[in-house]
C-alpha cells in the first residue's frame, strides 16, 4: 500500500470528519485520526492478554475431548508442541504489531506487506480475522454458561442438563458483559488487569489444592499414566497423525497471538508495549496451562468417570475426585468462572475494534453506521451492539443443534490462523522489504526462519484441522470446520467481487513520520 508522508498528509485520508475533541491534528499509525482513548497502560494491556488468552482454563474445559487423542500424555506434549510454533507465530504478529500499531492488526498489516495485492490480502485478512473472534467470543460465553450449571448440577443428583437452560446462561453471559463493555470503558483496565490477577492466582489455588488433596481423600494417579500411558482413541491407526490432530486442543488454548494487537489505539507507546504484553501472555499462558495439567492428571482416580460424567463442564468431575466433595469442586470452578467473565469482556473488546476498523476503511455494511464512535462513552458502541446481536444468533444455533454450534466455534483456530497467514506470508515472500521496522523487529536470518515456519506450520495444520475427529464418524460427529470456513469465505469474497471498485484499505504511515502523534508510537 501506498506510505502516508507528509506531503500526502490530506484530510480525505485521514479522516478529518472524525476528529475527536481533543484532537492534536496529528494521526496514529492507522493513518486515521485518534479517536479512542489511551488508557490502557501496559500492566491493564498484559492482563487483558492474559485473561483473554485463558490458557489453563481452556485446555482444562477441553481435557475430556483431547484426552482421546494419546490420554494424558497426548494432552501435555500436544499442548507444549503446539505452544512451540504459536510463539513463532507470536513473534511473527509481534513484529508487525511494533512495526504498524494499528487496531486492524492482520488487517492493517496484510495490507501493507502484500504490497500491490495488498487490498485483497488485507480484505481477507480482515474478515477472517473478525469471523474467528466473533467466534471466540461465542465460545468463551459458552464456556461460561456451562460452569454456571455445572455448578448447580454438582448439589443435585440426577439433574439432566438441558441446552437451553445453558442458552439462558449464556445470554445472561452475553449481554450482561456487552453492557459493561459499553458503558463501563473507563474502569475496562482496571477490569482486565484485575482478571490477569485472577488468572495467575487461580492456577496457583487450583494446582495446589490438585497436589495437595489427593493424598488425604482418593489418592494420585500413577507417573505412568500422566507421562507415558500412550492412549490413542481416535481410530486413526497411525499414532503420529492422532497427535498433530490433538494438536488442535492445544492450539484452541493458546492460538491468540494477535488479541491485545487491537487494541493499539487504546495503549500509550504501542510500537513497545504490545511486543512486551505478548511476551507475557505467553509465557505466563503456557507455564500455567503445563502446570495446571499435571495437577489434574496426577489428581485423578478415575478416568472412565471424568470422560462419562454428566456434567458439560469436566473439570467439575475432576475437582470432585480431587477434592472429594462437591464444595470443593464448586471452590475450584469459581476460580476458573472469574476469569472466564473477564475474558468475555476482552473479547467483545477485540471482536469490536476489528470489525470498527473494517468499518471505517468501508469494508463492511452500513460502514457509516458502525465506524462512529460515541463521544459520550469514548468507544465504537455500535460495533459493540453489533457483536452482542450476533452472538445472540449463534446461541440460537446452538438451542436447534449443538453439532452445528459445535462446528461454528470450532472453526475459531482455522480462521483466525489463515488471517494470520494473509499478513506473514506476504511479509516473507517480498523478504521483509515493505514494512519499517518497529521497536522489535527480528534481525537477518531470525526473521526469515521464524515467519518461514510459521507460514508452513499455519498451512500444513489448516489442512490437519479440517479431518474429522474420530473415525469411524457419522453426521453427529464429523468435522464441519472445512464447511464453515469455506462457505463464510465464499461470503467474504462474494462482498468483495462487490466493494472492491471502491474499496481502498489501510494505509501505511512510517513510525518516523512528523504527522504521528507522540504516543502512537
Known amino acids: 500500500m501506498e506510505k502516508v508522508t507528509e506531503q500526502k498528509h490530506t484530510t480525505d485520508s485521514i479522516g478529518v470528519e472524525n476528529q475527536s475533541p481533543d484532537s492534536d491534528g496529528l494521526i496514529n499509525a492507522s493513518g ?14 498484559a492482563g487483558l492478554g492474559i485473561t483473554s488468552g485463558n490458557t489453563w482454563i481452556a485446555i482444562g474445559g477441553s481435557v475430556t475431548v483431547a484426552i482421546y487423542n494419546g490420554g494424558p500424555p497426548g494432552v501435555i506434549y500436544e499442548l507444549v508442541v503446539a505452544s512451540v510454533f504459536y510463539w513463532l507465530i507470536a513473534a511473527s504478529i509481534a513484529e508487525l504489531a511494533s ?83 459499553l458503558y463501563a470503558n473507563k474502569a475496562l483496565p482496571i477490569i482486565e488487569s484485575i482478571g490477569g490477577f485472577l488468572v495467575i492466582a487461580g492456577v496457583i489455588i487450583s494446582i495446589l489444592v490438585c497436589a495437595i488433596m489427593p493424598h488425604y481423600k482418593g489418592g494420585y494417579a500413577s507417573t505412568k499414566f500422566v507421562w507415558r500411558e500412550w492412549q490413542n482413541q481416535t481410530g486413526y491407526t497411525s499414532n503420529g497423525f492422532a497427535f498433530c490432530l490433538g494438536m488442535l486442543n492445544g492450539a484452541f488454548a493458546v492460538g491468540t497471538p494477535d488479541v491485545i494487537t ?35 492428571f496426577y489428581s485423578i482416580n478415575d478416568l472412565k468417570t471424568v470422560l462419562e460424567n454428566p456434567y458439560l463442564f469436566p473439570l467439575a468431575e475432576i475437582y470432585r475426585q480431587s477434592t472429594g466433595s462437591a464444595g470443593g469442586s464448586l471452590g475450584l470452578l469459581i476460580l476458573a468462572f472469574l476469569p472466564s467473565l473477564v475474558a468475555t469482556l476482552g473479547c467483545y473488546l477485540t471482536a469490536s475494534r476489528v470489525f470498527w476498523t473494517l468499518a471505517r476503511d468501508k469494508a463492511t455494511p452500513f460502514h457509516g453506521f458502525f465506524a462512529v464512535v460515541n463521544q459520550k462513552q469514548r468507544n465504537p458502541f ?29 472453526s475459531f483456530v482455522v ?52 479431518f474429522p475427529f474420530a473415525i469411524p ?8 470446520t472445512c464447511l464453515i470456513t469455506g462457505g463464510l469465505s465464499v461470503f467474504v469474497a462474494i462482498f468483495w467481487i462487490s466493494r472492491s471498485t471502491d474499496y481502498v484499505g489501510p494505509q501505511f504511515v512510517p513510525l518516523e513520520s512528523a504527522i504521528l502523534a507522540k504516543d502512537a508510537i
Open 32 to 45: 486515521h485520526r485518534q479517536e479512542l482513548d489511551r488508557n490502557f497502560h501496559f500492566v491493564h494491556i
Open 262 to 296: 487491537h487494541m493499539a489505539e487504546e495503549i500509550p507507546h504501542p510500537s513497545k508495549n504490545i511486543p512486551k504484553a505478548i511476551l507475557a501472555q505467553f509465557i505466563i499462558g503456557f507455564f500455567t496451562a503445563f502446570f495446571y495439567l499435571i495437577a489434574i
Open 382 to 410: 455500535n460495533s459493540i451492539m453489533l457483536c452482542a446481536v450476533i452472538c445472540t444468533l449463534l446461541g440460537c444455533i446452538y438451542v436447534g443443534s449443538q453439532t452445528a454450534f459445535n462446528a461454528f466455534i470450532g
Open 415 to 466: 480462521l483466525s490462523s489463515l488471517s494470520y497467514l494473509a499478513a506473514i506470508l506476504p511479509h516473507f515472500l517480498t523478504r521483509r522489504v515493505n514494512v519499517a521496522p518497529g521497536w522489535f523487529w527480528m534481525k537477518g536470518a531470525s526473521g526469515f526462519i521464524v515467519n518461514g515456519i510459521s507460514c508452513l506450520y499455519i498451512i500444513a495444520f489448516i489442512v490437519i484441522f479440517c
Open 99 to 181: 512495526a504498524m500499531p494499528s487496531s486492524g492488526g492482520v488487517y492493517h498489516w496484510a495490507s501493507v506487506t502484500a504490497g500491490p495485492h495488498g487490498r485483497v490480502c488485507g480484505w481477507f485478512a480482515g474478515w477472517w480475522n473478525f469471523l474467528a473472534w466473533i467466534l471466540g467470543l461465542t465460545a468463551t460465553a459458552q464456556i461460561v454458561a456451562v460452569q454456571c450449571v455445572s455448578m448447580y448440577a454438582l448439589f443435585h443428583d440426577g439433574f439432566e442438563i438441558q441446552r437451553w437452560q445453558v442458552f439462558v446462561a449464556y445470554l445472561i453471559c452475553i449481554w450482561s458483559c456487552c453492557f459493561i463493555t
Open 473 to 480: 464418524f457419522d453426521a453427529a460427529t464429523m468435522n464441519y
